[in-house]
């Protein structure tokens, strides 16, 4: 192909100094109606009001615009986890924090959003919240619609969740209040994201 990478004036460190943090990328996985999207924009209100510059990508958001061509299969599903890790990384080398709410189901494909943003900038986080819980609060309707079988292949129903054995952080909605849960994450994130010798706070 006759492409090839052009490489800026501005490093990483730069925008670090501007800013007064480093980016990363905060990968939220689990279930539907966990409360995965709660927390990243939760997370992304408290992180601006301290200071820090962070957005939210949310599952449904992205499809309204950067992924509307894709559908729910296992081919269209992992080719929307690459997307949005490729829009993470670049959120990261602008510079940002970035709150990723998907339920990614599979480590395959988790593994491969690491792989691409960076070891070094991906901090997992699973919304442990049981699927009986999830299913009781069913914001969309959707274990219902599933467990009729008008909908196929719906993640914890009749499609596998693969837990991740090893995140970074396991947070449950059911077991800790909301409150409780938000704190954890943003103390989590922001010693993640701390310069040297600065403060986020």
């Keep these: ?3 090839s990478w052009h490489q800026g004036h ?3 460190f730069d925008r670090q100094q501007l800013l007064g943090h480093a980016s990363l990328t905060v990968w939220l996985t689990g279930l539907s109606g966990s409360g995965k999207s709660t927390l990243a924009f939760g997370l992304e209100y408290k992180l601006v009001q301290a200071g820090c510059l962070a957005y939210a990508l949310d599952g449904d958001n992205v499809r309204h615009g950067l992924n509307r061509d894709l559908d729910f299969t296992p081919v269209a599903r992992t080719e929307n986890i690459r997307r949005v890790a490729e829009t993470a990384k670049l959120f990261n080398e602008a510079g940002v924090i970035i709150l990723c709410a998907f339920i990614s189901p599979t ?3 988790r593994e491969a959003a690491k792989s691409i943003v960076g070891a070094d900038n991906f901090f997992e986080v699973h919304v442990s919240t049981p699927l009986f ?3 009781r609060r069913d914001p969309k309707g959707l274990y219902q619609r599933a467990r009729n079988g008008d909908l196929k292949n ?4 009749d499609a596998p969740y693969e837990i991740p054995l090893q ?3 396991a947070v449950d909605t059911l077991a800790q209040d909301f409150d409780s849960c938000l704190q954890l994450l943003f103390d989590a994130i922001q010693t993640r994201t701390r310069l040297s010798g600065a403060s986020n706070a």
């Design 107 to 109: 480590t395959q494909d």
């Design 154 to 157: 719906f993640t914890g129903i």
């Design 10 to 12: 501005v490093i990483p």
């Design 1 to 3: 192909m006759n492409i």
């Design 167 to 169: 995140p970074d952080i």
């Design 133 to 135: 819980e999830c299913e």
